[in-house]
């Protein structure tokens, strides 16, 4: 029963990410455009195809071409889309992450994210390089007399091609004197609908106990701004469900779903509400 509710979730998300077939010829899904925006207030996405001491020619996704001086340029910088369906769409500002867990994306060097999770539950990353992250967090409200518990994040992504990417990482615990964490793999794997994540992890406790974790998670576009995201995990007696919807804009990016913790004989459903916002 528990993993059959784990699977359903994911093979629906599956079913709408395979339906999208790719072409031969078909552009990577996930594909770096530039945007440019001129002081005039006009903006423009797509490629820099020569450029001068004093001005720039700009052939955009719709095969314009566009000659202009850089004294108009307010910002030209990389964005990221998404193909889907031959259509380009502006890439979840939070794709570096499921509900919780990580996918295989890297943050790139000199970006943020600010999130929260639950609303009480903030945590930052940064890029370091382009393939190096690392964060952490605590709670925003802490009560009792233990010592204030805190995490850190590292993540190192070991390979990325144009739909595969590939990470290793730490989620690593500290509270009230005793430590803990998961060290991970992940692997996700975009589609034209969508992306598939899958990671396996070894936890650790400093009383020298441990445990394998399997996750599976998976997302699919819905509109423009908003995508179905799933995560699923299998550890030890323990079978947590997760599924629901992410909002999302240019920076800023909001989930709201529900998760369903089978641990023994008993069943506890719980409400997922997070915020991210990428700078």
């Known amino acids: 029963m528990k993993t059959s509710i784990v ?11 395979a339906s999208a077939s790719p072409r031969a010829d078909q552009p990577p899904y996930v594909q770096t455009i530039f945007e440019l925006v001129l002081n005039d207030g006009s903006r423009a996405y797509g490629r820099i195809e020569q450029e001068t001491d004093t001005q720039i020619t700009f052939r955009t996704t719709s095969g314009a071409v566009l000659t202009t001086s850089k004294a108009r340029i307010v ?12 259509e380009l769409r502006r890439e979840d500002p939070n794709n570096t992450r499921l509900l919780f867990a990580p996918t295989a994306r890297s943050v790139p060097r000199g970006q943020t994210y600010l999130g929260v999770y639950e609303a009480l539950v903030p945590f930052v990353q940064v890029g370091v390089t382009d393939r190096f992250s690392i964060g952490g967090g605590t709670p925003l409200i802490f009560a009792g007399d233990f010592e204030r518990p805190y995490w ?8 990325s091609s144009e739909n595969t990417h590939a990470a290793v990482g730490l989620f690593h615990g500290v509270a009230d004197g005793e430590s803990g964490g998961v060290a ?19 936890g650790y406790r400093s009383d020298g106990s441990r ?14 701004n908003i995508k179905w995201i ?6 030890r007696s323990a079978v947590i469900t997760s599924g629901g919807v992410r909002f999302f804009g240019e920076r800023l990016a909001a989930d709201l779903a529900i998760g369903i913790a089978f641990v023994d004989d008993e069943t506890i459903a719980f409400p997922l509400v997070n915020f991210v916002y990428r700078f």
């Open 211 to 224: 445990g394998g974790v399997v996750m599976v998670g998976a997302e699919a576009p819905a509109t423009r």
């Open 152 to 159: 850190v994040t590292p993540k190192l992504q070991i390979y």
């Open 75 to 86: 910002t030209l910088r990389p964005v990221l889309f998404r193909r889907v369906g031959g």
């Open 7 to 17: 699977a359903v979730l994911t093979l629906l998300l599956a079913a709408t990410i």
């Open 230 to 235: 799933t995560e699923n995990y299998v550890w």
């Open 184 to 202: 991970y793999a992940v692997l996700t794997k975009e589609r034209p609908g969508g992306a598939f994540t899958v990671g396996a992890g070894m």
